[in-house]
């Protein structure tokens, strides 16, 4: 293999990829890119067995010439080492050869190169990028909204791993829903599909998250969902993530559809409240919210240091009085998720699941589970 | 006690004061300010027994009233919730009043209270913070700059404590000089100061660079040291820290004056180039630097991931072929250090020490040790 590259579009694609390697390795393979040019350009893929990242350096774009002085071939390098010398390196473009597959030669032709150890393309174990299953396309954004309002609320513990998953459903009628539970809180979000596709897949949500961050400055992701794997392709970048195993939990009962309180307030006030009477909670210790027609409060109490009082100045509560204790960081993440001005929480009973919603946007549903109070 | 304190004023002194709270503590207690508000104005003190710090917030910044309805007195709060309450609180005032010596009630009148679990302020331990001993004027600026450009050449290591230790000296000729070394390493810097005190200590060197961070908007700064320790008062702000015992070892004769060879070099360039192969050297090893009339390389190898090659553009070097291996980090922090677009890298020979400097500042002298090379 033999090339000469436009310095940035070859870190841009190393960086995209370099989100796929390992900190920590199981399999030291595992450390290296597996460089490809090929007739389509330079392929630069890395894996680290959840996710595989793989783009693409194509020889133009535009009229722009990107790669020349191509020999095809292929080999494995050090990932983080190619990346930061090339990062570092000062000329407008890097030339880079594989000498008796075993060294990889890089020159950025103002004085600096490097030779780094290198092996065999074919080395590296087999991964399956094909896309097949149920395909549909998104928008960008639209996806990104989605995990971004849901993913937050799965499990965070391996105890049950199907819990870590976000939980992903088209039933053919051109939504697509989220849904993400930790078994204490959920969060579900739907979206539009211009897509008649029908299928159930879990994905780990923190991995999601990672996903649609690498969408960036991309309009449209094209998504196949096949038995073992979820495959994302965007501009000249193919994602693909192994599914979560197993049966994810029934959810749509849980969700109740009427309520007997209602609390409409202004979403960063109940935040800030929140954030400051959680510096006394200790993790996962609750908050009460007290409320009356004239009156809403935040307490919370820790023994050992103390305890706060939020009067809360702006809302509209209707109904008796009502207290209900909660982690506080659950209804902040819910808050946050719902990204608007005025949010409304529905209540049934004080030790009742409650639900706190955009009143303006019917496509995302937060749901909290009480605790007890102390 | 009992007061009503401009938030934005409270907020910086706790902030400042927080710098000396321990991130684990070995006594409970040091995890409380000690607030007293006495006819100067609000005490804050802070300490983790290797760094005082006690801040004064004024009743007047000019004619601007800050504290108001005060009635004196002491307690121990604990530091982070404090600021943190403080922090986050959205009223322009805070009150806060000590009850029956147990409870600090916290509240910014719009709605925010907040009940801390308090001690009496006897039960702080005493910490002596006289101003005592030799005792100078120096501009805060100068004094940064004498501990930026030598403290990171000490140990960080705790083998020979001495060697974590900035040693300073004045001998009454209005020069204070810092030196730091960590045994293969030395940096020394003088400045000038307007008094013939006469003294030599030893201060932790990490604990002083935390310390002149601190003077960031202060323009002067009065140093005392005595026989066991240091201390700094700018502006409402005093800082005290316990010297280091021991005797420094005598460096003054190891700084060679006279050279054989001279490589006048850009400092970016180098420091450039010197980054880059060290991508390759695993900590602490070697780069090898080869310098001829018309050459100049740098060179690094690691059997694992291969070699680099760096050349260097612009250089001017007088004198045969000379190769040099070295730490490539201690190269680059002397080079940074002395803050200039142009070095010189002035050897003897091989393997002796060879000095880094700035050929328009003679106050500042970085000196480095020779590697083997492999």
Redesign the interface.
Known sequence: MRFTINKEAFLKALTTVGHAIPAKPVIALLTNFRLELNEKGLEILGSDNEITIRSTVPYKIGQIEVIRGAGLGGALV?AH?LT??VR???GDEISMEIIDDS??KIDDG????????SAKAEEYPDIDLEEDGQVFEAKCDALTLLVDQSAFAASTKDQRPILTALNLEAAGDGQLIATATDSARLARKSIHIDSDVRFRCNVKARIFSDIVRLFEGSEYVKVAISASKALFSFDNTVVATRLVAGDYPVTKAIIPTSFNYFLEVNAQELV??M??VS??SEKDSAVKLSMREDECEIYAKNE??????????TFSFNGERLEVSFNPQFVIDAIKALRADDVTLCFQAEMKPFVVKNPRDDSIVELITPMRTY
Do not use: D, H, K, P
């Open positions: 050090n080492m930061e010398i570092r390196m000062e060294v990889a103002t004085g600096s190169s490097f030779r780094l150890i800030n409240a954030g400051r510096i006394l050992r240091s103390g305890s706060a009082n939020e009067r809360i100045q």
